[in-house]
Every structure is written in structure tokens, then in C-alpha cells.
């Protein structure tokens, strides 16, 4: 998984503190001396996952409904329950839930968004997750935000209180939309991103009807439309990105903007096909997200891997698209890209952080293993998954969680959401 | 999961010998007398589930080769892996190898079709497994049967050896296409296949390629093609189904055929999107199957079923298609009354075959669980599956095999796939 080298046969990862120390061929020689030893013979070693969009503490709402008209899903069931039953206390232990959930299926880094952000913080900390926590911006009232005015200043309160906080959490900003934020709340949240040097998050042309929206209200598509705020660019994170022309597929990569291809959420909520493998051909840094557990229905990277890699080739009707070893790219590498970590995570690599997940392969459904890239994109799911260190430290141990009590995290979730149902 | 009930909560149910003997909720006085009590407290209990289409022995080819141009991926790798690689030998290990993973993940009955068949049975039957095994037929020299003027010869003494041979356990035809089947050969085995009244298998407008060959050559679409030589009933189970028109989609469901649908495999392989929503709206019969281990490449149908959902939605930008239900129906009484057997299987009701699986929720993926339905859909996976019951037999317990050794099937297919890799 060495950026540009073929997956290495036998391969032993020496790690010193949080880095990566060496790598190297395993030989036949004694060890070398080692506090911790995992044997991972015969499975595969692999950069830890980037789930380039998420809203973890959407846990809570998984499979409150489904199978429902767009708007009757979202006005009459999400924003009610989270008006309801969001708090920090809420949003704690469903984040921890999320956190669970994604280090038990390979998931190192989460590039979150969500009210009551600072209890995401908390969380991903405790669980010792490497993160880009951002707290959302909308104009209107929010949880925890109650009034939209003061969307902006809760929102750079959050940053000045986190920035510099750990080596893992990195707070920023969710401008959570261009339907849903007006032109100056987009142009302030970026300058506010751009003052603390931190990447911005928003949805972008997730479903054919905001599109249209917007081009009513701006006259142009979305893409121009956030060019002409002076938004769109390398600082810019837009999620989903399904509805785009040619013309902005090239506008978003001469402005580098980061894309997060959600494809199991786009398919969920029929809202359509990212053209993702056109914006990997134009230079488009992608990573891959499995977006809110209300629209997937699970938190899973290896499974989006595989779905992300099955649905680009069924669009345009090419076997050839999207191959395994790219799905495996955009969600390691790529994501890492997307929040400016390219240096320090996402390959095994001498000098890098210490992000490492390893993946089972005893299984039948593993079994035989001729590629390990096709294995893991159209085999495997997170279940597979067997250990995961971040940062240098071993945070799941033999399908056993080092961070978290995952009983005390069931009772309370169980707690939460008896009053939900 | 009772027909046309609601599933029940607190649920128990008592198996005498092959049979589900009372279904009942669960009391909290004492429990029945019983040789074997498996608790199930929190878990799903749910009907086996029926693999609608499969190539067992295709395990031996999983990752083998991938992303490749479809002509490509069949003429210069499979073709000749199977012509190299099959035999009696490598056949009957690599299904057993399939049985390990399908009853891994849930499925007790598969809908089977390859060459070499009589080492699939004998594979199934030491599985414990419930299936329709059917021997290939096709005009060209194949794996077993080199002279196709041979191949209803063999089909026919296939099924002359096995009918009758165990409860759960029924041989038929897999006539492998319009395009690879003459007029002829599709005519005899369909005569040959009510003679004995056995089902028949046949590849069915998967991909636009061949369904334009049949228009040239026959002038009519592929269904009305086969209509036309008098093989169109209620006896054809056609896989994949893919490229159809409206008026095919009526003909089919006239005729009472059943239909195999494979959405992972026609993803993989960019053949399409099949019309289910529509097939299913018109009463068309549909099960749901995963196909063969070298286009998917696994056999987990809890994963199908999420995609299967998902990719209904995604291909008319409408997210009330598929629902969970109907999924979940699909992938279990669906895949029975495809092969005939819904008054046998495919529900948990008094009097029918003890065919269950339970599925675990005590895991943070699966957590809450509001709705069964939505959680099997969109959370589960196969690796959720912790028991499983076949013909009132316990074949897995606390994810342990008890009818396989999987060290041996391992051994024996490190052995094999070492050659072919």
C-alpha cells in the first residue's frame, strides 16, 4: 500500500511511539525487540481508513425510518427527532456508539459533522480517534443553536476553543449547504476557515431538486455559484457532489477542491449516481464517506469500498471503472488528501503516523486471496477487520476494544433511545 | 416474518424432528421440554435464506480477475481457468468451500448451477444443505462434457441419478442462454425437464450484447424469442433479467416465470439494472441471488439485500422502491416460491421445514435496532449470523460448523487455488 509500490508479500510494520519506524520484508530472523508483537500472518496490513463523511452521532436515529419520500423522511422524521431528542448527553454517547462501530470496522480517521459538536470532540478523544470535527452552520435554528444569527459566532467559538487541542482532533467549520446557508453566511464561515488555517465542510448538488434551486436562485450551477462567493477552493470539502456538469467537474478540480463521494447515502435517499470516476480522470481529489447512519444505514467503509467500485462500473456500463486498487486508494490515501494529512497518514510508510488496521483473511468468504486489493474491495466488509492502532496505539486488540466500554456505551445508547422509539 | 404478519417480538419457536412444530411468543414461565434450546434473547430470528443464484465452485476463482473488460475477463481468464482448473476434485471442494461461507452468512438454500453437478450435490449433501442443483448445458465443449452433442445426454442421466435422492436435495438443468443454447437444446432440455418435473435454469438478458444478438438473430426480444420455442413457464427460472421492455416484463409475469435478480454481479460486471420494482409490480416471481463467486465476489446475501434495496431506489431517484420488507421477502419466501417450495420454506410457520437462521444485534452496528426489517437490510451483513438451522438440524452454532471440517476444506483449497494462482 506504499503510494506508487505493489502491496508487499510478508511484510513486517515497525512502530516507535505514534510512527511508523520501519517497514520491511518479514524475515525468518529473530524479531526485532518489541514491547507489543502482533502476528498478522496470513492477514492483510492496510493504511487505517479515512471516512471522509460522516455525522457520527447520527447513530442514534439508524433505521428510525426508511424507505421514505425525501422530504417526508427528513421534515416529518430526521429534523423532529433531532429538535427532540438532541443534547450533548445525546450526541456524546451516540458519537462514542459511531466511534464503536468505525474503529470495530477499520476506520482510523472520521471526517465528522454534526451540532453539539464539542461533545464529538469529547468523544472521538475518549475513543482515541484521529478526526476533523466540524460544527454545523445553517440558517436556521439548529440544536443547540437556537438562534441562526448566531450561527457564525458559535461556530468560531468552537474553532478558538479546539484548534491546537490534540495531535488527533482537528475542529472545523460545516457550512451545511448552499440551499441552506445564504451567501453570507458561506463567505464568512470560509473566511473564518481561512483565518485558522482549518478545511471547511458542505453538502454540494446532492439531489437534482437543490440543484435546481439553486440555478433558479443564482442563474448559474451550484459550482459557479460558490465560485462567484469566492468559496471554491483547496480549503473547500464538498460532500456528495452527484449532480454536476462536465463544466464544473473542471472547475472544481482547477480549484482543488476535495470531494467526499457518498455513494450507499446517494443511493438510499434516490438522490443519483456521483460521476466520480470523471472527477478522479479530471484531478479531483476524492476520499469516501458513508455519510450519516440515518441515510446508509451503517458507519461500514470496507462495504462502501465495495459498492463504490460496483456502482461507477453499472453508470456508465464499464467493468473497467473504478478499480479495486483506486476504491482502496480514495479511501485511505485519498481521504487523507481530502483534509490535508497526505504527509502523515493514509500509506504505511517510514515516518508517517502510526494508523494501521489489519484485516482477517481465515475466513471462507476471504478464501482464496489472489489480490488483496479485489479482496478487499469486493470481499470483505468491517467484520473482517481485527485490529486497529491510531496514532501508535492499539485501540482494538483481537476484535477487543483498548479505548472504550462498549457496555456502558450500549446501556446508555439503550437508555437514549428507548425514548426515541 | 410470518406471511402477511408483523414480526414478532419476544418470539420462540419449538422444532420437532425436520419441522417447525409452534411459533409462539415467549413466556416467562418455564420452557418447553426440549433435547436442544439455542436463546436467541435480542437476536433476529429469521428464515433461512435462499440463494436464487449461484455457481458454487466459482469460489475457487474469487479475486482471480477483476475491473477487466467483460470479453476480456471471460475469454482470456475464466473460460480457461475453468477449462484448466475443474474437475471432480477442485469442484467438490470448492463448493464445499461455498457451503462454508453460505451457511456462514445465513443462506440454507441454494439455486445451484455449474458443471461437474454430481460432485455439487454430494458437497451439499455433506453440508447439510437444502439446494437445487442443476447440471450445465451448453453448445460448446465444456468442463465434463467435451462433445456438446452429449450435453442433454449427460443433463438427462443427472437427473435420472439423483431425483429422489434426499428430502433436501433436487438435481435440474441450467441451460446457460438463449445465446449459448440452440433452439433445439433449449426445446429438449425443457422437455426433458418436465418429464421429470424439475425446474430449469437459464441465463436470461443480462447483458445489452446478447440481447441484441438474440434480436438479430430471432428478430424478436429474448423473451418473446423464448416464448416462441414453447420454454416459457412457470417451470423457467431465468437469472438476471436485465435488459427487458415493458411488454417482455408483462410476458414474463403471463407466463408465471420466475426470476433470479443478481445486482451485486450485474454491477460488477457493468451489465446493468434490472427492472425488480417493475418486475416485482407486475407479480413477476423474484428471488434474490448473489451468482458466482468470480463476479460479485462473495456470497453474502444480507449484503445483496442492502444492495439490492439501495440500487432500486438509485435507478428511478425514488427511495420509497424495494423497501426493507420486501427485500427481506425476496431473499427468503421469494427464493421459495422460485423454486416451488413456499409451502415448505421461506417463513417461519407451524408445519413447515425447520430452515432458520439467528442473527446477532448485539453489536454497535446493529445498534438500536428500531426496525428488524430496516436492520437486516441496511446494517446486517453475513458475518451478523450466529446460528444456523437446516431441515431441523443445527449446521452452525455460535458461529461453529458442525456438519464441515474447515480446516480440511481450507487445506484442500490451498492445495487447489495454489496452481491457479
Request: glycine share 8%.
Amino acid at each position: 500500500m506504499v503510494g506508487g509500490k505493489d502491496p508487499l508479500p510478508n511484510g513486517r510494520v515497525c512502530i516507535c511511539g505514534d510512527r511508523i519506524e520501519d517497514v520491511s520484508v518479514r524475515e525468518n530472523g529473530p524479531v526485532p525487540e518489541a514491547n507489543v508483537v502482533i502476528q498478522a500472518e496470513g492477514a492483510i496490513i492496510l493504511p487505517g481508513l479515512v471516512n471522509a463523511h460522516s455525522h457520527s452521532p447520527m447513530t442514534l436515529f439508524r433505521g428510525l425510518a426508511d424507505d421514505l419520500p425525501l422530504k417526508t423522511w427528513l421534515f416529518d422524521y430526521i429534523f423532529p427527532a433531532e429538535a427532540k431528542y438532541l443534547n450533548p448527553d445525546s450526541v456524546y454517547w451516540g458519537c462514542l456508539l459511531a466511534c464503536l462501530e468505525m474503529i470495530a470496522s477499520g476506520t482510523t480517521t472520521a471526517v465528522d459533522s454534526y451540532f453539539f459538536a464539542d461533545e464529538i470532540v469529547r468523544a472521538a478523544d475518549k475513543a482515541g480517534m484521529r478526526a476533523l470535527v466540524a460544527q454545523g452552520v445553517i440558517d436556521f435554528p439548529a440544536p443547540g443553536v437556537p438562534d441562526p444569527k448566531r450561527n457564525l459566532d458559535v461556530g468560531a467559538a468552537f474553532l478558538e476553543r479546539w484548534i491546537g487541542f490534540s495531535d488527533l482532533i482537528t475542529p472545523g467549520l460545516f457550512c451545511h449547504s448552499p440551499v441552506t446557508c445564504s451567501e453570507n453566511t458561506l463567505r464568512q464561515a470560509c473566511d473564518i476557515s481561512h483565518r485558522f488555517g482549518l478545511p471547511m465542510q458542505t453538502h454540494l448538488s446532492e439531489t437534482q431538486e437543490e440543484t435546481e434551486e439553486i440555478r433558479k436562485k443564482a442563474q448559474v450551477d451550484p459550482v459557479f455559484y460558490l465560485d462567484a462567493l469566492g468559496v471554491l477552493d483547496g480549503n473547500l470539502i464538498a460532500a456528495h457532489a452527484v449532480h454536476l456538469s462536465d463544466e464544473e467537474i473542471d472547475l472544481l478540480s482547477r480549484r482543488e477542491v476535495k470531494v467526499a463521494h457518498c455513494p450507499e447515502s446517494n443511493m438510499k435517499l434516490g438522490s443519483g449516481i456521483a460521476p466520480v470516476a470523471k472527477m478522479l480522470g479530471k484531478g479531483v481529489t476524492v476520499g469516501l464517506g458513508t455519510d450519516g447512519c440515518a441515510s446508509n444505514n451503517n458507519l461500514d467503509l470496507l462495504r462502501e469500498m465495495d459498492t463504490a467500485a460496483k456502482l461507477a462500473k453499472v453508470a456508465y456500463l464499464d467493468p473497467t471503472l473504478l478499480d479495486a486498487e483506486s476504491v482502496v486508494k480514495m479511501a485511505t490515501i485519498g481521504g487523507a488528501q481530502l483534509i490535508g494529512l497526505e504527509n502523515m497518514i493514509g500509506t504505511i510508510e517510514e515516518g508517517k503516523k502510526a494508523d494501521i488496521v489489519i484485516i482477517s483473511t481465515d475466513t471462507p468468504h476471504m478464501t482464496p486471496t489472489y489480490n488483496p486489493y479485489s479482496q478487499l474491495v469486493y470481499a470483505a466488509t468491517g467484520a473482517d477487520v481485527r485490529d486497529a492502532i491510531i496514532n501508535g496505539r492499539v485501540v482494538y486488540r483481537d476484535r477487543q476494544f483498548t479505548t472504550l466500554d462498549s457496555h456502558e456505551i450500549f446501556a446508555n445508547i439503550g437508555r437514549i433511545c428507548g425514548e426515541i422509539a
